[in-house]
């Protein structure tokens, strides 16, 4: 038995412009439009779901504008050299993204905001990002990395790449798409999170069984006030929302 993460899902007030903006900033595709309640975006190309690669972005509706409390999961985006991460930076910055101070300091990576306030980096170029695609990682701060790459990497089947007391980080065993990090931090978690991650089960595999499986590992139920819907609500250790969701 296993999961895979398929997509971020991030939360908006205005789902069909907060997905404007990152399908331009992927340079990905809108592939579902604006449905009233949310807007899904994916590379380029024809659309299989899941895809075999990326991890796509769901962007959903609701009604509580995003407080001043920095997201403790964001993207980070990949660049090639120099030239593209300004490049890059000067056409989201075009695209609405404005500078995002969360105490970074003086650092070689750009820290942004999209149109809604949530934080994202432009990195500067890594090797360890070459193949990634745009989004070279989905970031989760943390007060204990080791923790979190144990209950993720049993969670999911993806490949523990590195584990530290500060960081820790793990990819598809396929070598394709993002990483998933974790980098400790100081502050702890106190809002639900405007970004989280959603898991599928494979084909063949029991979603109840999945579940079962996640608590035995650490998850919680959560009730944000879902209501009766065909997918899981689940907390982490460190209290960061995810949803596993039905094959059909």
Wanted: with cysteine; proline share 7%.
């Amino acid at each position: 038995m296993a999961l895979r993460p398929v997509q971020v899902n991030i939360k908006a007030l205005d789902h069909a412009a907060v997905a404007r903006f990152w399908a331009e900033a992927l340079d990905w595709s809108i592939v579902n439009g604006a449905s009233g309640v949310t807007t899904y975006i994916a590379p380029v190309g024809d659309f299989v779901w899941p895809d075999p690669a990326a991890v796509c972005i769901d962007v959903v509706a609701v009604q509580e504008p995003k407080t001043t409390t920095k997201n403790r999961v964001h993207l980070d985006l990949a660049t090639t050299s120099a030239a593209h991460r300004t490049e890059l930076v000067a056409r989201l910055r075009a695209l609405g993204a404005t500078p995002a101070d969360v105490g970074q300091g003086a650092v070689p990576w750009t820290v942004l905001a999209d149109p809604e306030g949530n934080e994202f980096c432009v990195l500067e170029p890594r090797e360890i990002y070459r193949d990634t695609g745009p989004i070279a990682a989905v970031v989760v701060d943390c007060t204990d990395p080791r923790a979190m790459a144990r209950f993720w990497g049993g969670a999911i089947d993806w490949t523990l790449h590195e584990v530290t007391d500060d960081h820790a980080a793990l990819r598809s065993a396929k070598g394709v798409g993002p990483y998933l990090e974790f980098l400790r931090t100081p502050d702890a978690k106190t809002a639900p999170d405007r970004l989280h991650l959603d898991l599928l089960p494979y084909p063949g595999d029991d979603e109840a069984a999945e579940v079962t499986r996640l608590r035995t590992l650490g998850a919680t139920d959560l009730d944000l006030g879902q209501g009766a819907v065909p997918w899981t609500v689940l907390a982490d250790p460190e209290g960061h929302e995810f949803c596993v969701l039905a094959l059909s």
